[in-house]
């Protein structure tokens, strides 16, 4: 498409002719915040909440519990006091790396009063649709011109002027409120799956709190029907697992690298709870040339002991790893989803114990003289089989997720001009 076409590659049947070409300030008008004073900021909840730049998703819409709790006795001006459905905008960025200047939300109809500070700007006084002015405020073509009229070296911010002063191209209002209506059904379902998987998520923290012993106790609060007794206390390192370490071949040597064995790093492990395929591959020659060994599938989960320790991953195939792990096969006699589902506690250990000048780091050594409580193996696997179907539910809503705001994204760049 070129710079100065008028009309989106994609378009709803029935509408054509070029989009208007004009300045945003001459449709809506940005309102100022309120420099609300720390001191009166709690660290305890209250109803009444400053919204700041971290209140903002990057790519758009409201964070919720996001913000600075303030002191319910102090009295604060109407003029500073958001409604429900008012539109903001971020003038200042979040860090130097995440950019959110520039980018809208809503606010939510909730419990909550929700105060307007200096870094934020309210929109007011639209003369068309206000999802479609949303969605376009949204557009990563928008927010790149934020930021490129923006100021600071550190950390960006914007002002009203800039903001205002730009162009933008609008259709007639009601292609305006057609694709303003397109993009509310999208945001509806993506929140909707959002919902589930945070409440899936508070579930599954929730049991894994309740069906593990607390510290000191031997009996889990919630177990299933027809087990009883105190779990028994065994070894990470020599009654549950082996521990394995993993190594790098020498990147100037070609013949290592570009093979057909997995080979990972930590920053691969953490988000799925399986690990079947990695970036990087090594060659059998690597492999023999190097401390990294083929880990067995099914039994092994990956354990990151550096670079930020306790991700872990069950491996789905053979494969090996970097240094960056202390790697847990699981014996028999043990489950290894019951294992991976024991990691918060993992997690803490290795954090308690981890040591280190440059970077932290837990060796197999230390890992494996934790202490862990565990049933038999009939119980461990009717535990490790209601995790799984917990994760891979939470997995289903966040493939939606993913999937539906790649819909959005290329949507955006589409229907917008």
Known sequence: MSVDNKVPAIRFKGFSGD????????HVKLENGFAFQSKYFKKMPTTIIVLTPGSVNIGGGFQAGKGQYYDEKQEVSSKYIFKPDDM??????????????????????????????????????????????????????????????????????????KFLNRICLFPKKEEQTQIGNYFQKLDILINKHEQKHEKLSNIKKAMLEKMFPKQGETIPEIRFKGFSGEWEEKELGNDIAEIVGGGTPSTEIPEFWDGDIDWYSPTEIGINVYAGGSQKKITALGLNNSSAKILPAGNTVLFTSRAGIGDMAILVKPGATNQGFQSLIVKEGFSPYFIYSAGKQIKEFALKHASGSTFLEISGKQLGRMKILTPNLEEQTIIGNYFQKLDELINQHQQQITKLNNIKQACLSKMFV
């Open 88 to 161: 903001f905008i971020t003038m200042t960025d979040l860090t130097p790396t995440a950019q959110a200047l520039g980018y809208p939300a809503i606010i939510p109809k909730d419990e909550n009063t929700y105060l307007h500070n200096q870094r934020l700007g309210k929109l007011v006084g639209f003369n068309g649709d206000l999802a479609f002015l949303y969605s376009l405020l949204c557009t990563m073509k928008k927010q790149k011109e934020v930021v490129l009229t923006s100021s600071g070296t550190t950390v960006k911010h914007t002002s009203p002027d």
């Open 19 to 26: 989009w208007d070409k004009e300045i945003l300030g001459e």
